[in-house]
Structure formats: C-alpha cells, structure tokens
C-alpha cells in the first residue's frame, strides 16, 4: 500500500481534512521519517515550564485564546509525557492515560522530532471543543499545538474547565506511524 492510499485511509476512517494530511506528509517528509542517527535523549524528565534546563525551550502555558473561551491554567497536577521517535518506531510515552479536570499534560520532544499534540476533532465531548481550544496556546490549527522542533522542547495542555470524557489525539508528523494516544479527564 502507497503512502497517498495510507493517508486517503485515515483521512475518510477519522475525517481528517486534506491540509492537515498534507501538513503530515510534508513534516514527515521533512523529517526524513526518522532520526536513525541520532542518539534518543535520555535527560527526558521534562522539567517544569518555569525551570527548563539550559538550551531548552518551553512553549508557553495557556493565557490568551482564540478559540472562543476564555484560557484556563493548570490548576492540578501535570503529567509529563514524552515524544518519542527511535529504532521501536513514533510514540507517547505514557501514550494512554487519566487527568482530572484541571490537571494539565507537558509533552516534551525527546526524539525524532518534529512533534505535535493534535485532538481528534470528533473524539471531544460535545461542547467541549472551544476550551480546549483555548487551553492549547499557539495553535496552528484548531485543537492543533505547535509543532515542537527541538530536543527538550515542551508543550502544556491543560485541562482545566473541560467535560470529562476521552480525547483522542495524535502527533500529526507521526500520525501514518502510529504515534497516537487517548487522555481519559475524569
């Protein structure tokens, strides 16, 4: 199966639009697919927003939006989650887990980059897409964050003022490879 049949598979399964496919096939492309030889970044415990280590970036928490309502800050605890690409292929780790609403997720670009965080638009419980929306600063697309091109790089997402449910997102330059995971809020 070619990598356009791949892509016109996901896209009619999951209702993806052609210019996020196309924003995938171009980062995935750019990114060569892999990072074969660089070696993974084990320093991976992302350090908090406010104490990143020295050459690290950290893309700011949310506090303006333009979603539709109004940005709420982590209020709860923070789950750290790595962004992973290596020899055992594109990941999240951890890729599935829980956050109570108000908690918040850094994503960090440990290897393989570029990454992003994007949400299935048709996972989001009814209602709940505009604060997520505004949870997630410097978008580039809806429910889309920006994509993180840096080893150490982080991204926060808050959950804070959302419906509980289960949110289904994905790194878009790695989506064809796997990298997806589901955030149960509770």
Not at 113 to 137: C, E, K, R, Y
Not at 140 to 146: D, L, N, R, S
């Amino acid at each position: 199966m070619s990598f356009n049949d791949l892509m016109g598979k996901l896209a009619a399964k999951r209702g993806v639009n052609g210019s996020l496919l196309l924003m995938a096939a171009a980062a995935l492309v750019a990114c060569g697919g892999n990072d074969k030889g660089a070696a993974p970044d084990t320093s991976a415990a992302a350090a908090p927003a406010s104490n990143t280590a020295a050459g690290s970036t950290t893309v700011a928490t949310p506090s303006a939006t333009s979603g539709g309502g109004s940005a709420m800050a982590v209020t709860g605890k923070t789950i750290d989650v790595k962004m992973i690409g290596d020899a055992k292929g594109y990941r999240f780790e951890p890729a599935n887990f829980s956050v109570k609403v108000g908690d918040g997720a850094r994503f960090t670009n440990v290897s393989g980059g570029p990454h992003d965080v994007t949400f299935w638009a048709d996972s989001i419980p009814a209602g709940a897409a505009a604060q997520l929306s505004a949870n997630m600063p410097n978008t580039m697309a809806p429910v889309t964050g920006p994509l993180l091109t840096t080893p150490n790089q982080t991204y926060v997402v808050s959950f804070a003022g959302l419906k509980p449910g289960v949110y289904h997102y994905y790194c878009t330059p790695h989506l064809a490879l796997g990298m997806r995971g589901v955030i149960t809020v509770q």
